[in-house]
């Protein structure tokens, strides 16, 4: 039994794409989409249609909610006409109403359909924003697989992929197919293979596609320019493979200054994107001690 699982295409089409073509090649029995189809990039609408067309079910993740909520205008009114929310109304438009109740009537969770001890969710059970990371206590991760129905979860949210064996079962973080934030652009999506005796290995893989087109995208579909401050933040998060765009609110916030392009060249200038995520914080809170500072 083989089971691919991806996750965070975050409306990379060519991304998709090229895992698409991938998984044709490796004798895969299902696929399972781990959420975040959507969000961060131009081409949402491209792949909700892709995905549909695959017939690939998938679960919701927070960026789901997050354009469902602004397509319905069931968010802070300011954020309705705020520049500074322009990229996330660009995105919810894009998408338009019908592939917005598509996207809203996701399940949280999908047990596949030949393995159901294989369990698949953006975050955890608990929550699409909750992310399962290098630092997340044992504990923690030992609840994750404590229901004795499941033998592997499949999660995503952080655009890291990783593994743990734990007592209670295997937990792997499949990554990012559209946008990874572990220096190495390529799509990511995770294999899982059962062998005869119900046994498990998981298989990480990575698939080169056509990243330049994929920016030229962002100009050629009006996003990069419409977005603002953060369309241009997305776009070096794809040259990168790294995270600029929370790294930058999260400076802003600490510095009390407005998230605007004057501020973002300033935050550029001080940012190094290599960090470990403990080292950014660090590195963000003793900015943030200089600039209030003077």
């Given at each position: 039994?083989r089971?691919?699982?991806?996750a ?37 609408a491209?792949?909700?249609?892709r ?5 690939w ?8 909610d ?12 300011d ?30 969770e ?11 969710v953006?975050?955890t ?17 030992d609840e994750?697989v ?6 592997v ?6 655009h890291r ?6 007592p209670?079962?295997l ?12 220096a190495?652009?390529?799509a990511?999506y995770?294999?899982?293979?059962r ?42 998060e ?17 510095t ?10 300033l ?7 290599t960090?470990s995520?403990k ?11 200089k600039?209030?500072?003077?």
């Amino acid at each position: 039994m083989r089971i691919a699982v991806l996750a965070d295409i975050h409306s990379n089409l060519r991304a998709l794409d090229a895992v698409v073509d991938d998984i044709a090649t490796r004798g895969v029995d299902e696929v399972v989409v781990g959420g975040d189809i959507v969000g961060r990039g131009p081409q949402g609408a491209a792949v909700v249609d892709r995905v549909r067309e695959l017939g690939w079910p998938s679960v919701r993740g927070n960026h789901e909610d997050y354009l469902v909520a602004f397509s319905r205008e069931e968010v802070d009114p300011d954020w309705l006409v705020s520049d500074h929310w322009n990229a996330s109304r660009w995105m919810a438009a894009e998408l338009g109403t019908e592939r917005v109740d598509h996207v809203a009537g996701l399940p949280m969770e999908h047990r596949c359909v030949k393995a159901p001890e294989l369990l698949v969710v953006h975050g955890t059970q608990s929550s699409n924003t909750e992310g399962v990371y290098a630092w997340t206590e044992n504990e923690r991760l030992d609840e994750l697989v404590s229901d004795p129905g499941i033998d592997v979860l499949a999660c995503a949210h952080t655009h890291r992929p990783l593994t743990f064996e734990r007592p209670g079962g295997l937990i792997v973080n499949v990554g990012s197919v559209g946008l990874p934030f572990n220096a190495d652009w390529r799509a990511q999506y995770a294999l899982f293979d059962r062998d005869a005796f119900g046994g498990w290995s998981v298989e990480l893989r990575k698939v080169a596609y056509d990243r330049e087109r994929f920016l030229q995208d962002y100009e050629e579909t009006g996003f990069l320019a419409a977005g603002g401050v953060t369309s241009a933040l997305l776009y070096k998060e794809v040259e990168h493979a790294r995270p600029f765009l929370v790294p930058f609110l999260k400076w802003a916030e600490i510095t009390e200054v407005e998230p605007n392009e004057e501020h973002m060249k300033l935050f550029l200038e001080r940012f190094d994107p290599t960090l470990s995520m403990k080292e950014l914080w660090s590195q963000l809170q003793g900015i943030a001690r200089k600039e209030r500072l003077g």
